[in-house]
């Protein structure tokens, strides 16, 4: 198993593009999610998805959005990409019993100049 | 609404214990977690525990959670320079899992020879 992989790694944008983070996991897990970890913050939660066909926001939705089409992908579009939303995304995947471990993926690190 | 708050920082010398605190405010967390976070890597759990125990031992690792004063630690034995990173606490969001965690900032252990 590939676990949760993400693309790409790196990514520069300027200030109003658009661009889409990839996140794929091989594990078969219901749940995913999105988060944004920030110098000196821990993570948080952008948008999750409980199934396929089913996404709910987080903490810090706006200037986001995601779909789950397929139980393995969960994309994170950024529509207009601001400086605020330099940070490193990470996305995670999981069974859906309470006890289940998150498993993240590798983390994108994205600058918006 | 929901905060977890660590302190930042912990030195300590090798083979001395660590202890990392974490308060939290969401008393209807169902699960607490500790993970870990090695440079550049995204993050990986290392234990967690279930809000109606008190203590939980995984070798050289004790999670003591204290629900009344909603505080939860982690006691790493025997500490060793490979221990050096970041450790965050985390909770479930309310009474169910949907996978939602609420993380703290993260502590730096510094473990010195």
């Known amino acids: 198993n590939a676990g949760v992989t993400q693309t790409p790694k790196f990514q520069v944008l300027k200030t109003g593009q658009s661009m889409t983070l990839q996140c794929a996991q091989d594990?078969?897990?219901?749940?995913m999610s999105w988060y944004r970890q920030d110098p000196g913050m821990g993570l948080r939660l952008i948008h999750y998805s409980v199934g396929a066909g089913i996404t709910d926001q987080g903490e810090v939705p706006n200037g986001y959005n995601v779909s789950r089409s397929t139980t393995e992908d969960f994309p994170l579009r950024l529509l207009s990409a601001a400086p605020s939303q330099t940070s490193v995304y990470f996305c995670?995947?999981?069974?859906?019993?309470?006890?289940?471990?998150?498993?993240f993926g590798p983390g994108t690190r994205l600058t918006v100049l | 609404g929901e905060d977890v708050e660590q302190s930042l920082f912990l030195s300590v010398r090798e083979g001395d214990s660590s202890v990392i605190n974490c308060t939290y405010t969401?008393?209807?967390?169902?699960?607490l977690y500790w993970y870990k976070q090695e440079p550049g890597a995204g993050l990986q759990l290392l234990t967690y525990i279930f809000s109606n125990m008190d203590m939980k031992q995984d070798q050289r690792l004790t999670v003591l959670l204290n629900k009344k004063d909603k505080h939860l630690s982690l006691r790493i034995a025997d500490t060793q320079t490979g221990d050096s990173t970041i450790y965050f606490c985390a909770e479930t969001h309310g009474s169910s899992n949907t996978g939602k965690l609420i993380f703290g900032q993260g502590t730096t252990l510094q473990v010195k020879p």
């Open positions: 969401d008393s209807s967390s169902t699960y």
């Open positions: 594990m078969n897990h219901e749940y």
């Open positions: 995670a995947s999981s069974y859906t019993n309470p006890n289940n471990e998150q498993f």
